[in-house]
T-cell receptor, first 109, second 117 residues
Framework: KQEVTQIPAALSVPEGENLVLNCSFTDSAIYNLQWFRQDPGKGLTSLLLIQSSQREQTSGRLNASLDKSSGRSTLYIAASQPGDSATYLCAVYGNKLVFGAGTILRVKS | ETGVTQTPRHLVMGMTNKKSLKCEQHLGHNAMYWYKQSAKKPLELMFVYSLEERVENNSVPSRFSPECPNSSHLFLHLHTLQPEDSALYLC????????????????FGPGTRLTVL
């Protein structure tokens, strides 16, 4: 059974810092991995999708890496802004989409 | 209107009530999903419909009954719920059926916040 773990559970940083969110999964037989953002009381917004054959994806200040063999992914956020405050969810596609519990990020101005 | 919409956004119901959640996608997708998000727990997949046929029922109690009349609409019928069913219910859709190895991104609606008294 696939299990997805995200560390840390919560993170509070001053504006401008670079930060890394971690995701690990137990079964490396995945098709792809996706990072989502969820604002309070809202649905999920897709940030980056990494195919299993890829090592990383970039979008603006976001960079996600994938090491399938070790079951790890990281989401790097450069020059964080208060608008980045949200819950970040990692999800892996195997037989079905399995989510981690998320990292709650707060960027202080 | 574009994307995935859900109604109502908030719902409060008693344990003896019957209500329905509605999801509509305007993306031309052929698969739709129901997820449950409880406080401090990961999202849990409930049901998957591919080409209007249910392909996954993730051990969900029978008090939750899904219906997919066409590829654009998905319902979740609720009856005799319990207080522990209070959660955010999210609908999603994708281009490629994701039940046996999703390879395409899922697009999520804003969710329905359900409170069972």
């Amino acid at each position: 059974k696939q299990e997805v773990t995200q560390i840390p559970a919560a993170l509070s940083v001053p504006e401008g810092e670079n930060l890394v969110l971690n995701c690990s999964f137990t079964d490396s037989a995945i098709y792809n991995l996706q990072w989502f953002r969820q604002d309070p009381g809202k649905g999920l917004t897709s940030l980056l999708l990494i195919q299993s054959s890829q090592r990383e994806q970039t979008s603006g200040r976001l960079n996600a890496s994938l090491d399938k063999s070790s079951g790890r992914s990281t989401l790097y956020i450069a020059a964080s802004q208060p608008g980045d405050s949200a819950t970040y969810l990692c999800a892996v596609y195997g037989n079905k989409l399995v989510f981690g519990a998320g990292t709650i990020l707060r960027v202080k101005s | 209107e574009t994307g995935v919409t859900q109604t109502p956004r908030h719902l409060v119901m008693g344990m003896t009530n019957k209500k329905s959640l509605k999801c509509e996608q305007h993306l031309g997708h052929n698969a739709m999903y129901w997820y449950k998000q409880s406080a401090k727990k990961p999202l849990e997949l409930m049901f998957v419909y591919s080409l209007e046929e249910r392909v996954e029922n993730n051990s969900v109690p029978s008090r939750f009954s899904p219906e997919c009349p066409n590829s654009s609409h998905l319902f979740l019928h609720l009856h005799t719920l319990q207080p522990e069913d209070s959660a955010l219910y999210l609908c999603a859709s994708s281009q490629v059926p994701g039940a046996s190895g999703g390879t395409d991104t899922q697009y999520f609606g804003p969710g329905t916040r359900l409170t069972v008294l």
